[in-house]
């Protein structure tokens, strides 16, 4: 009868150790941090990213060092980046960490991710420079003033060149000093339908109007075909 009662009772000890174990893994909740932490700086705002590979978690905190960031407001479960702003714009700005909050009443501990520094950001490429087409605008001197008086070429300190896609020609000036009776100069212009006007500058500082514009349409060339390539002959 002993023997019995101490089966029974060696195996309900068992079950019930095996049953605390189970419990135990399963309280324990997730105990991965979050991981894969980046933080890029642009000016006085740093980027932080991270992954959690836990999806039972409560939200998120993001430290500077000893400084919680968020004040203590836990970010919701779904963020994966916050922005800090009014960093300070120069010097290493390391010790940032992200908390992974995890349900009090489960008794799970928060899990902080390793720390890392800011790194800057990587400036943007530079664009790549579309097709410019070099277009020589002449003009020739004009040799009175508004009031029908003379205007010696002596008295002419030169030109400003102003063009643009609408009849406003907005962009400019180009100032071409003096060199006679006639001037030249060469606009880089883009593709489109340009207008281009041109104003008289004396030596005294005074501005003509502007004359009546003139149009130069710009179009990129098509590119030189090229022939295809032979077929390719099998052994008979």
């Given at each position: 009868?002993?023997?019995?009662?101490?089966?029974?009772?060696?195996?309900?000890?068992?079950?019930?150790?095996?049953?605390?174990?189970?419990?135990?893994?399963?309280w324990a909740g997730p105990d991965d941090a979050p991981t894969n932490v980046a933080?890029?700086?642009?000016?006085?705002?740093?980027?932080?990213?991270?992954?959690?590979?836990?999806?039972?978690?409560?939200?998120?905190?993001?430290?500077?060092?000893?400084?919680?960031?968020?004040?203590?407001?836990?970010l919701p479960p779904s963020a994966r980046s916050l922005v800090l702003t009014n960093q300070p714009a120069a010097g290493d700005v390391c010790g940032i960490t992200v908390?992974?909050?995890?349900?009090?009443?489960?008794?799970?501990?928060?899990?902080?991710?390793?720390?890392?520094?800011?790194?800057?950001?990587?400036?943007?490429?530079?664009?790549?420079?579309?097709?410019?087409?070099?277009?020589?605008?002449r003009w020739t001197a004009p040799t009175s003033r508004v009031d029908g008086s003379a205007l010696p070429l002596d008295k002419i300190a030169g030109y400003e060149l102003f063009f643009g896609l609408?009849?406003?020609?907005?962009?400019g000036p180009v100032f071409v000093p003096s060199s006679g009776s006639s001037g030249t100069v060469?606009?880089?212009?883009?593709?489109?339908?340009?207008?281009?006007?041109?104003?008289?500058?004396?030596?005294g500082g005074l501005f003509s109007d502007l004359s009546v514009p003139i149009t130069r349409q710009v179009t990129e060339p098509e590119p030189e075909p090229v022939a295809p390539s032979p077929p390719v002959l099998e052994e008979m």
């Open positions: 009868m002993l023997n019995r009662w101490t089966f029974y009772f060696s195996f309900l000890l068992w079950a019930l150790i095996l049953w605390a174990v189970s419990a135990a893994a399963a933080a890029v700086r642009s000016g006085t705002e740093i980027a932080v990213t991270w992954q959690i590979a836990e999806d039972p978690v409560d939200g998120f905190g993001v430290f500077v060092g000893s400084t919680n960031y968020t004040k203590g407001a836990a908390l992974a909050r995890y349900n009090p009443t489960l008794g799970v501990p928060n899990k902080r991710s390793a720390a890392v520094c800011a790194t800057e950001s990587e400036p943007e490429p530079e664009p790549e420079p579309g097709y410019l087409e070099s277009v020589v605008v609408t009849e406003q020609v907005s962009e060469t606009l880089e212009l883009s593709p489109g339908s340009w207008f281009i006007a041109a104003r008289t500058k004396d030596t």
